[in-house]
């Protein structure tokens, strides 16, 4: 299925006062993302974007393990993250500019020297093109660090309703990136949580906004076949079980691509 932006901007808004505390899978990410980013260190960034910071899960972090970051860009579709972002940044440490709107179709900001984006990239339409525009404001030597969700993620829900993206191979996003970037790593993981029941299920995706593909709410008849469904195939004397499935990737861009 292709996201559809205007879901995703009213999903995403009406969970933002229970996010953090249900977003465990994309804190685990965050994390692991930024570690990455440190095995392969270079210089601290000064000028900075992050794309689709959401209520600052990693925009606080990546503050914390770099300090003073001279610009940092921060983009969001729901422009009332902006006050939660600000908030999440010691004041006078960085120059914070929020960027409301679609990364797909907003102008870019140039010289950047980091791009980092956590769970996010598996909503856009049009991710290469995306690369594409990314490396062009990108500076010689500056790092592209993101995570977003593979074929196996949400695989419980996707098998029983039919709802689910169009998610990456570990490989194709590995080719893709190297068309643009030196490839420095691309790695995966998988989590599997347990739930109480399917209704458990439900209301943690619908508190973290990642129900943005169900076409409207659900009737009690729906929600019933659902939930005898999923007990059926992945239930068991613990609860239900969820699977997610975070793709890494980190690269460079350099002065020229060897054979490019």
Known sequence: MRPDKQTIRQRFTRAAATYD???????????????????????????????????????????????????LYVNDLVSRFEPRIAAAIPAGRTNLVFLAGDIETLDLPPALDLVISSSTFHWLEDLPALLNRLKDRMAPGSRLAFSLYGRDNLRQVREITGIGLDYYRLSELRELVGRHFSV???EEERHTFTFADPLALLHHLRDTGVNSLAPGPWGRKRLHSFDREYRHRYGDQEGVALTYHPLYCLARKEDALPGK
Request: charged content about 20%; proline content about 6%.
């Open 21 to 71: 505390r249900q977003a465990v899978i994309q804190q685990r990410v965050a994390d692991r993302l930024l570690a990455l980013l440190a095995e392969f260190s270079g210089p601290p960034p000064r000028r900075a974007l992050e794309i689709g910071c959401c209520t600052g899960l990693l925009t606080s972090r990546l503050v914390r393990q770099y300090g003073n970051i001279e610009t």
């Open 184 to 186: 420095l790593a691309c």
